[in-house]
């Protein structure tokens, strides 16, 4: 699987939005970036997924570079609620050697404060 | 409806000692999969079923480490004598992923915190 990078930490004021950078310089082309979030002892959570075009879902907006190779998260109107790490994913469609399966990094804690 | 459930939700043994690990999917899901997380070393995949079978262990860290399906529904991952680096919360997540190549999200459980003293 492509290898992501994102940054540690951020902090967001909450009621404003949240964008969370993610770099997959490695991608190819039947891979998928994924999110998910992982709120302080809870299973991950999936947030939103694409491929090429940048995708819109009641929780958040994914805007995808046309190269492919970085990403950003969007939550557009961060609650105190979206505090958790959120980890960006890139997932192996059918045929590729890693199928199915999710690969975490680190991710980047999210805080968001009053 | 409800979602992944796992029992037991804590879990101490004692180190050589053999546990079972339960893990329900959500009804339908024909995607089964197991996950840990321990401080060491962030989530980490184990093992994948497509109903019974298991299309991918390469995540087993182990020959102590094993898993089974069965009916295409309930999972058990069994740990033989265990280790303290065994000590991690045991996820399992289900989906309606296909092999061929039907991707969907995956919805998880939430896990089992097994400690071996």
């Known amino acids: 699987d492509a290898k992501t990078t994102q940054p540690t930490s951020m902090d967001c004021a909450e009621g404003r939005a949240a964008n969370l950078p993610c770099n997959h310089s490695?991608?190819?082309?039947?891979?998928?970036v994924y999110w998910y979030r992982q709120i302080h002892s809870q299973g991950p959570q999936y947030i939103i997924h694409?491929?090429?075009n940048n995708e819109t879902n009641e929780m958040a907006s994914l805007i995808i570079t046309e190269d492919r190779k970085s990403s950003t998260l969007i939550l557009p109107h961060a609650t105190l609620r979206d505090t958790a790490v959120y980890y960006c994913?890139?997932?192996?469609?059918?045929?590729?050697?890693?199928?199915?399966?999710?690969?975490f990094g680190q991710g980047t804690i999210l805080t968001v404060h009053p | 409806g409800a979602g992944v459930s796992q029992s037991p939700s804590n879990k101490v043994t004692e180190k050589g000692k053999d546990v079972e690990l339960r893990c329900d999917p959500i009804?339908?899901?024909?995607?089964l999969y197991w996950y840990r997380q321990s401080l060491g070393q962030g989530l980490e995949f184990l093992i994948y079923?497509?109903?019974?079978?298991?299309?991918?262990k390469s995540g087993l860290p182990s020959d102590r480490f094993s898993a089974e399906r069965t009916g295409g529904s309930v999972s058990t991952l069994t740990i033989q004598r265990t280790q303290q680096e065994d000590s991690a919360v045991y996820l399992c997540?289900?989906?309606?992923?296909?092999?061929?190549?039907?991707?969907?999200?995956?919805?998880f459980g939430p896990g089992t915190r097994l400690t071996v003293t």
């Open positions: 997540a289900s989906s309606l992923d296909t092999l061929a190549g039907d991707l969907h999200e995956q919805y």
């Open positions: 490695t991608i190819s082309g039947n891979e998928y």
């Open positions: 694409g491929l090429k």
């Open positions: 994913i890139v997932r192996a469609g059918a045929g590729g050697t890693s199928y199915g399966k999710l690969t």
């Open positions: 009804s339908g899901h024909t995607a």
């Open positions: 079923f497509q109903g019974n079978s298991a299309p991918d």
